[in-house]
Every structure is written in C-alpha cells, then in structure tokens.
C-alpha cells in the first residue's frame, strides 16, 4: 500500500512527538511492505513566523490532497498577543473545518502498567478504564459568530454557540453506530436543564436512539459527567457531546490514563480524509528537551492506519508494542513510576519501533 500522509509537526514539542510517530510508521511500512510518503507543512506559530499566516493556502490544499494527515501540537505563550484571526489555534480550527472533520473520536484506554501514574486512587480505576469520547468538532460555540463591543462605556464580549438538527445528527449517528462496535452504551453529556442547544441535542438524540435500539442510551448533564468520570469512570462506553463540552471533557478523561500525554485521537469527516493528533498541546515549558511522551502520537498513528487505511493488524501491531515497552518498564517522565526506567521521547520511540 502506498499513501501519501501530510506531517504537521507544529509547535513546541510538537516536532519531537511527531519525529518518534514516523520512526514508528516507518518501522511498520517496512515490516508490513507499505509505502508511506510524507509532505511537511507548517501550522500555528511557526507558520506565523515563517510565511506571517498560521497556515498558508498551499498548506491547506496539501492536506486536503493527501490520504490522511498526522498533527503534533500547536500555539505557545510566543503567539499569544498575536490578533485572534491569526492566532496559531486559529490554523487548527481552520484544517477542521475545511477537512469536514466533524467527528472526533477520544478514545480514554488505560494501560494496567500505569494504573499507580493515574492521580485517581487505584479503586476508582477497579478493572481499568476503556471509555470513548465522541466530540462533535466542527460546531458550537467554537464557529458561531463573536465580538467584541463596546455598550455603555464597557467592553462586551459575546460568543454564540449555534448548533443545526444535521450537526447533532450526524456526530449522533458517528456514536451510536461507534457504541454498536463497543460496548452497546451511550451516554449523551448536554447541559439541556439551561441551553437551547442542548435541548434540541437531546431532542434529536432520542430521535435516532430509536433506529438503535441495542444500545443501552441515557442522557446526563456536563457537569454530573465531569463529577462521575473521576468517581466512577467504569460506567461509561462510549460519551457524544458538543465541542467545548468534550474539549473540557477530554483532558479531564486524560487524567484517567496516567498523563495527558498517553491520549490519541482520530478526527474524520465522511470521507475517507482524516486527522490523527494526540489531545494534549505544545507544552512549551518542556519543548526541545527531548523529555515529552511520544506514545499519544504514537497512538494517534496506529488509529491512522486502523481508520484511514483499514491497516488493523497493523494498527494492532504499534498497539501491541507500546504494551510491551510498558511492560518493560520504560517511562517516560510524565509517568515515571518507582523501579520504572526513565527514558527520553526519542528513546521511547526507537523502542516502540524495536518491539514491531
Ligand atoms: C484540543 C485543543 C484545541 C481545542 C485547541 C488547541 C484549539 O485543546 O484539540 O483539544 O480546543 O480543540
Ligand atoms: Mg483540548
């Protein structure tokens, strides 16, 4: 198989994680007998640095050309005063968008190895935790229209959070035919007790529940979630929700997992055209240090090929590997644990790539 695979290293360590990413794929093509050619394009704050937009037209039309597209991270406090229009997340939101990518797929998969790196007790975490969070990406208060005003002699800042019956279904179906390959449970996290749009996502929810009967369905409030996912997160399979609601969601689910830095995601459209990054930022604070977990890029790699290109065996493959390198006991120093050997991301990634 030959495929042609857009490389958006970004910002802070972005380039590190997603240098240990192709090491990676690239172990993989060789072993399977798979061709993946990459085009590097810049996005977020070095895009801003280098050609002043945080992703120029050729970028985009680069990702959109390709069979699938592999993200790092971008933004950090260097871009932070930048005007909002060329912020670097601004880029991010962009390739979303023009992708279609309105379905993000947050698997939440902790590996027994690193049940004492989770700051829950081991308890909480009984059997381990395998939840799914399905973010809707395209939508929301992160595209309605905003502005900032000035009324009476004060500044007043608006942000509208629209969502269309299609939007809702659309990601609705993406989940309940995800929960129809899983567990057969879906949770719908909405805050319907105050928001309109949220009511109209309930509303619509239990219109296709009925095309799903297997699935065991129940809508719960934003915030009850935010409480259950950290005292019993063994209860959910799979949980859709609007984009912010799973953005803030998402990083708390991290948690779960150890470290932030062990989180994959895959964002597709209906298309074939997907993204693959992991769900934590740049961390400029440890950018260039040869210090940041590789293993959520990683990961966003193997949905890649399980997603993109239909490689599950493959996909199973880096999965099986970075279980063995756990089992080993290497770690990198986000979920560095007592008799555990610390490694770098480079060496992390050389031996994920040794393990296939
Ligand atoms: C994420 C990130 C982005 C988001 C930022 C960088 C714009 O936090 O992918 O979760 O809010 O969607
Ligand atoms: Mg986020």
Redesign the pocket.
Known sequence: MIKHIALLPGDGIGPEIVAEAVKVLDRVAEKFGHTFNYTEVDIGGCSIDRHGVPITDEGMATCKSSDSVLLGA??GPKWDSCPPAIRP?KA??AVRKELGLFANLRPTRLFPQLASASPLKEEVIGNGIDLLIVRELTGGVYFGQRKTEEVDGELVATDIMPYSEHEIERIGRVAFETAMKRGKRLASVDKANVLDTSRLWRKTMHRLSEEYPEVTYSDILVDNTAMQLIRNPGQFDVLVTENMFG?IL?DEASMLTGSIGMMPSASLSSGTLGMYEP?H?SAPDIAGQNIANPLGTILSGAMMLRYAFSLSEEADAIESAVNKVLDLGYRTTDIMQEGCKKVSCSEMGDLVAQQL
Do not use: A, F
């Open positions: 971008v933004g997340e991010l939101l953005d998402s769900i930022g």
